[in-house]
């Protein structure tokens, strides 16, 4: 009797045993994917055909079609302009898999989000081991983060390669000859001013042939953005332009074309690249004035005087990767946006580097493993300087705190107004005042517009 009891306990224990080992093969995937998400790599399969649009260089077909062979690519049309094309297209049926700006203004992620035109990336950049958000800064999502129109619920709207930063670089040989160390550059607004002053030096006859900065008449929203706090709203556009802080900016900046007397007392080939200019604003995402054969400084921005915090870095990025609504290959949209923004860009990079040689600066990538990938590969061969200012640049990109809202869905339209008005100011055709209080009539002639279009109240 005994054991009949202990067979028969072994054999239900076999068929417990069996069930539990064909109930766990029979699970759907689907059930539990915290372990198994980030290995997966979303790929295409050959012969499939994607359709992207975006001004792209032809190393970026070279490369693809290296990596790709087998994919066909359909890439007819540059959509840099604007989303009127877009829109067009998507009436139709027409619109491609993937969709790319390299103008952000022009073309707002902002508008197309609200407008509906574009998917939610997040499930990729859940999924796909080969761009996660792990391997992105923590600040990646400030510029493509949007509500949905519908639930108001956020969500990842598009990718990008790079982000840009305005930032301050000065060539420390001229420092050094006017007296001024290095090392230090201006941290205030009142200390820019009088550096430029030092830094500018004139012939006997008057003309200057050194001038300590002259790009005073671009970078507006940058300067307004020292305060640490917006002149527009990111997500619903509205502007927010006419403020103390920003008559502030433009009282700064009209300054400095009174230490040159007018442009007419500029003489011929003062340049940076002249070594004639002793301190720039530069987009250093894009290693703007950083690729010299003299050594410069780089900073975040001057603080304004009466600022007393620490200095405030904003970023914007001026490009973005999105997959439209109703795209008939979003997969492949996916492929091509996630390799554009890694081994599309690092294509681009590695050419560079090639010809660049000693002075070779590579772009902002914000993907590291692509980013890491480059200098270690290049980084021996870089000017001591110039591998010490892309470290600066790293560690300057660590602070970014706030953005430029390029992708506001009204700045297709006022992000020029605002720039070419802010420009009279500075020449003196118009007044502080009446120029910022334009700016700002404009801004919401166009927010109101843009939501009236939408049939739908203004926030």
């Known amino acids: 009797m005994k054991k009949r009891i202990i067979s028969l306990l072994l054999a239900l224990a076999m068929i417990l045993s069996t069930g539990m080992i064909l109930s766990a093969c029979n699970k759907e995937p689907s059930e539990d994917t915290s372990e198994t998400s980030e290995e997966e790599r979303i790929e295409i399969n050959p012969g499939t055909e994607i359709t992207v649009w975006g001004a792209f260089g032809s190393d970026y077909w070279e490369h693809w079609k290296r990596d790709y062979p087998d994919?066909?690519?359909?890439?007819?049309?540059?959509?840099?302009?604007?989303?009127?094309?877009?829109?067009?297209?998507?009436?139709?049926g027409k619109q491609p898999d993937m969709y790319y700006t390299n103008n952000a203004a022009s073309a707002p992620l902002g508008a197309a989000v609200m407008q509906r035109m574009v998917i939610p990336l997040d499930d990729y950049l859940a999924k796909d081991k080969d761009y996660k958000l792990s391997d992105l800064p923590s600040w990646y999502d400030m510029f493509v983060k949007y509500p949905d129109p519908d639930t108001g619920e956020e969500h990842i709207y598009a990718v990008y390669t790079d982000v840009s930063v305005a930032c301050l670089v000065w060539n420390k040989k001229l420092f050094e000859q006017a007296g001024l160390d290095p090392d230090k550059p201006p941290k205030t607004w009142n200390e820019m001013y009088e550096y430029a002053q030092k830094l500018t030096k004139r012939d006997s006859s008057g003309m200057v042939i050194q001038a300590g900065f002259t790009n005073y008449r671009w970078w507006f929203q940058h300067w307004r953005l020292t305060y640490g706090t917006q002149y527009q709203d990111p997500v619903t556009g509205k502007p927010n332009f006419n403020t103390p802080?920003?008559?502030?900016?433009?009282?700064?900046?009209?300054?400095?074309?009174?230490?040159?007397?007018?442009?007419?007392?500029?003489?011929?080939?003062?340049s940076w690249e002249n070594q004639t200019v002793a301190m720039e604003i530069a987009d250093v995402g894009y290693y703007q004035k950083m690729r010299n054969d003299f050594e410069i400084g780089l900073a975040p921005l001057p603080s304004p005087d009466d600022y007393t915090g620490e200095q405030v870095v904003a970023g914007y990025a001026w490009q973005w990767y999105g997959i439209p609504k109703g795209a008939k290959n979003p997969d492949g949209g996916w492929v091509f946006a996630r390799w554009a923004v890694t081994e599309g860009v690092s294509g681009v990079m590695e050419r560079e580097a090639n010809d660049a040689a000693e002075k070779?600066?590579?772009?902002?990538?914000?993907?590291?493993?692509?980013?890491?990938?480059?200098?270690?590969?290049?980084?021996?061969?870089?000017?001591?300087d110039i591998r010490e200012i892309i470290q600066v640049r790293e560690e300057i990109y660590d602070k970014i705190s706030i953005q430029r809202p390029c992708g506001g869905p009204i700045n297709a339209k006022w992000d020029k107004d605002l720039e070419s008005i802010c420009c009279e100011i500075i020449d003196g055709t118009k007044t502080v005042t009446d120029g910022i209080n334009e700016i700002q009539e404009k801004g919401m002639a166009y927010y109101n517009e843009f939501y009236a279009d939408l049939g739908k109240p203004a926030p």
């Open 71 to 92: 994919v066909k690519l359909n890439n007819t049309i540059s959509s840099d302009a604007s989303l009127l094309t877009l829109a067009a297209a998507m009436n139709a």
């Open 245 to 270: 802080e920003m008559i502030n900016v433009m009282n700064f900046l009209k300054k400095f074309p009174s230490i040159y007397g007018g442009t007419d007392k500029m003489a011929e080939g003062v």
């Open 360 to 384: 070779f600066v590579p772009v902002y990538m914000a993907h590291k493993p692509s980013k890491q990938k480059i200098l270690d590969k290049y980084s021996d061969g870089l000017r001591e």
